[in-house]
């Protein structure tokens, strides 16, 4: 959005998990009177804008591609998606090429833009004492702290690293792991939450500003990444 109003556009963003159905889109466009719509993620943004009276296009997320193809309902309302979108974003040719052999008619209007990341770590963020608020010792000379950034979904599979990191610091102290991220999914958060508690080196960190979050994975000793399909980690970026 700052990006776009930087270049002398009004963008209005919106969560795609408020809405329910492409009427209260339709709802939103008679009283704001919009232009034109993008939608971010195949199904989960792109449902939403089915049978929609201004012209939009579509940023493919990774996991509609990936992972929701493979529900039939899921990829039945995809494919009428992409028929009516005027064009559709994928970050590489890979995933290009996996949206045009299920969707042949609609390659000649998907376009592959490589992914851009700004990052803005901030200066007076306190490592000492992010670390202290989460009971994880504050001697950087030996401390080994790792970090997962993501949103608490199944999909991110965060619990496939907290035993064997927990094994890790049971070996050596200096090993740590933190996982922050938004409760994406408050089902699975809880089980997340659960088995940290019974995981020693392994901390459930709360959210934090994204400057200071991008002054952390500059401290921390590694940025590690567990995802089962993954297609546009920004983490990873942030960290090249």
């Known amino acids: ?7 002398g556009h009004i963008c209005v ?12 889109i339709a709802n939103l466009n008679s009283t704001d009177k ?5 939608a971010i993620h195949l199904y989960k943004g792109g449902r939403l804008l089915q049978g929609s009276r201004i012209p939009f296009g579509i940023i493919f997320g990774g996991t509609d591609v990936n992972e929701d193809i493979r529900c039939e309902e899921k990829r039945r309302v995809m494919g009428a998606v992409l028929g009516e979108a005027r064009f ?39 490592w000492d004492r992010f670390l202290q608020n989460a009971d994880i010792p504050t001697d950087t000379a030996s401390l080994h702290m790792f970090l997962l950034v993501c949103g608490l979904r199944r999909v991110k599979d965060p619990l496939y690293l907290v035993d064997a990191f927990s094994e890790w610091h049971r070996k050596d102290p200096r ?22 508690k019974r995981a020693p080196g392994v901390h459930l960190l709360e959210e934090v500003p994204q400057d200071d979050l991008h002054a952390a994975v500059r401290r921390c000793f590694a940025v590690v990444n567990s995802s089962v399909s993954e297609g546009m980690s920004a983490a990873v970026l942030e960290v090249i």
């Open 175 to 196: 090993v740590h792991l933190g996982i922050i991220g938004p409760a994406v999914d408050p089902v699975f958060t809880s089980e997340v939450q659960e088995k940290v």
């Open 88 to 126: 559709a974003v994928a970050f590489t040719m890979k995933m290009k090429e996996l949206a045009a052999a299920e969707w042949p008619d609609a390659r000649k209007k998907i376009y592959v833009q490589t992914q851009g990341i700004k990052t803005t770590p901030s200066e007076t963020f306190d």
């Open 13 to 24: 963003l919106k969560d795609a998990f408020m809405y329910e159905s492409p009427a209260e």
């Open 1 to 7: 959005r700052n990006h776009l109003h930087a270049a």
């Open 34 to 38: 919009f232009d034109a719509a993008l």
